[in-house]
């Protein structure tokens, strides 16, 4: 079993900046495929990010690729989305999740976290 925690999330001015954070205990989350998801009121789940194993393979949503950043902290047992020039559109609940395949579904992960709120200003 993983458990998976995100952090960082707040409140943020259009064009500000935040990081967040994926964090587990026990696991090696370099063992794992992870992505990023997010979920606006009303709307399904949509795929942000994935990194691969190795952190030679990353993938961007369109709406979101040269403003976000998804990287690993191996030292910290970690994963983290650095968001850059937030626009009101990236309001939203952001999830970590993991897997054993490189994927943009959420269907193909196995472990969640809880979810960090992000909400950005006009």
């Known amino acids: 079993q993983v458990q998976l925690v995100e952090s960082g999330g707040g409140l943020v001015q259009a064009e500000g900046s935040l990081r967040l954070s994926c964090a587990t205990s026990?696991?090696?989350?370099?063992?794992?495929?992870i992505g990023w998801f997010r979920q606006a009121p009303g709307k399904e789940r949509e795929f942000v990010a994935v990194?691969?194993?190795?952190?030679?393979?990353?993938v961007y949503a369109h709406s979101v690729k040269g403003r976000f950043t998804i990287s690993r902290g191996n030292a910290e047992n970690a994963v983290y989305l650095k968001m850059n020039s937030l626009k009101p559109e990236d309001t939203a609940v952001y999830y970590c999740?993991?897997?054993?395949?490189?994927?943009?579904?959420?269907?193909?992960?196995?472990?969640w976290g809880q979810g960090t709120q992000v909400t950005v200003s006009s």
């Open positions: 026990g696991r090696l989350l370099s063992s794992y495929f």
């Open positions: 999740a993991a897997g054993s395949t490189f994927a943009m579904s959420p269907h193909q992960y196995d472990y």
């Open positions: 990194i691969d194993k190795a952190n030679t393979t990353i």
